[in-house]
């Protein structure tokens, strides 16, 4: 990963990349197979472990441009 990249993401960051509500990101959150590290009150989504989720997920499904 670059250095000008971000190692993690914020919830409102996840949510624009899957493209989903509030609500579904934060039952994502809260499943037990998904990257997450809780930062007090806030969480923070690693950035590589959430790709590699995500590439894992895709069912065959080619990402958007």
Same mark, same amino acid.
């Given at each position: ?5 971000? +190692? +993690?993401? +914020?919830? &409102?960051? *996840?949510? &624009?990349?899957?493209?989903? @509500?509030?609500?579904? +990101? !934060? ?8 990257? *997450? *590290?809780? *930062? @007090?009150? /806030? !969480? ?11 590439? @894992?997920?895709?069912? @065959?499904?080619?990402?958007? /441009?």
């Amino acid at each position: 990963m670059r250095e000008s990249e971000a +190692t +993690t993401l +914020t919830v &409102k960051e *996840v949510q &624009k990349i899957l493209q989903i @509500g509030t609500n579904s +990101t !934060y039952n994502l959150i809260h499943s037990k197979s998904f990257p *997450v *590290v809780r *930062v @007090g009150h /806030s !969480y923070r989504i690693p950035a590589e472990p959430f790709y590699l989720w995500l590439a @894992g997920n895709s069912c @065959g499904i080619p990402a958007r /441009s």
